[in-house]
């Protein structure tokens, strides 16, 4: 190891950087973070360092580096284009045994600058001995999505209470377990959850235990938890990095028919994966099932992930499955995610709302009779209205019927995106007359969402994904031939 890691403490020491251009600025930025006293020594400055300079938050040399600049600090950095005049920082920095940084000159440097994870008081440095930058910040950037920015807040908590542990529990191992349930727990969760005196009275409550003797073994009871998690629509890319977090630290993943493989392989390796899917129609686990399952492994102590294709909470019934778990005390969280009408709306070209063309949008569902027969048609055929219809590909008859019945133009342009978002999407326009035919005549299969709204035409000239709109005249065209 030619570079030894420590973190230094400058809060209130001088750091001084050489140079007054954007590289200066970007070093100076980071170093602020530490509560340094800056000095810059440069002719001139940055529009930008000027202001800092302004606002008190640095102070300015204006001239070039003379050795004498660097009485008193910790740390140089010298940020110049000029190498000779690097190579004088670094010179005059080692008579006086304070570590130099020079950018993009390991020969000079006495001390490297790590890419770093910020998660205050949690710090993570990469450093890769300054042989590939590039590198270092590729693998920051990977830890940024998996840990979690609430660890910090956790950590702060944590060491309030440290010292209560440390009396309460004398026994180290019996210590340790404590801080495994502090940080796989509930504790844990409410603190992420931001509810820090809901975790503060929890902690209390454990500990109060222990003044009973015989406290320490129910100790080791885990309970488990659950997390309902949007899917997304299919492409991976559309998770939330809270979705990706719960699949990389999920026992069970249950999950839905309409969640893509390739979600799937992002959840942890060692996850037991569970299909509990619908198809769109009838229901291949029924839902009693599915709480039943969700109770069972949360009781055993698992992190369970209920994968749910879309958002969990657009005709995803994740209300029901709270309301379930609610009622036998399992601890839950949320993790919303782009459900199908934002993101078939976006691989399709289609803007859900448009200063000239629609100024709401309605999310429904023409699932089955009933959830058509208590609809409100007359607000649902207002012009300028946008309606994403979900499941809609069955009672396609009795939507056209009675908006055009309640006033909405048949000439309203309309759009099928099956699949959004997948390699394999597909989407069919036309207008609101045409509208079982082209299902028909396209084929159009589950899962598909189905655009009313003259926003829909303009997947015509804005698509950009996979292939170009189908329309009805192409398949009268085809047909003919
Ligand atoms: N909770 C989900 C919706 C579940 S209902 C969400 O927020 O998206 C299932 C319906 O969603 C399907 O019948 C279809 O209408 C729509 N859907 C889901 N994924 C889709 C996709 N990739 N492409 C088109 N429609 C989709």
Redesign the pocket.
Known sequence: MRYFPLFLDLRDRLVVIVGGGTIAERKLALVAESGARLKVVAPTLTAALQAAREAGRLEHVPRQFEAHDLEGARLVIAATSDRVVNAGVARAAEQRGIIANVVDDLELSTGILPAIIDRSPIVVAVSTGGTAPVLARRIRAQLETVVDESLGRFAAFAAAWRSRIRTAIPDLSARRRFYDWLLDGPVAALVRHARPAAAAELIASELARYSHPSAASTQDKRCGSVALV?AG??DPGLLTLKALRALQGADVVLH?R?VSHEVLLLARREADLIEVG?T?HGHSVAQQQIHQLMLEHALAGRRVVRL?????????R?GEELEFLRAHGIPYEVVP?????L??ASYAGIPLTHRDHSGSVRLL?A?CRESLDTTDWRGLAAARETLA?????AMLAQLRTELIRHGRDPATPIAF??????PE?RVVVGTLAQIEQLAADHAVR?????IVGEVAGLATQLHWFGAPPESGAAVAARNAA
Not at 389 to 393: H, S, W
Not at 417 to 422: A, M, V, Y
């Open positions: 949007g629509p299919g839905d309409l619908k769109g749910k294709g879309g958002d969990p909470f657009v005709f995803g994740g995610g782009v459900t199908a009408a993101a078939c569902t699932h219809v979900y499941m809609g590909v995106i099956e699949n959004g978002s997948r999407q589950s899962p598909a969402l189905l």
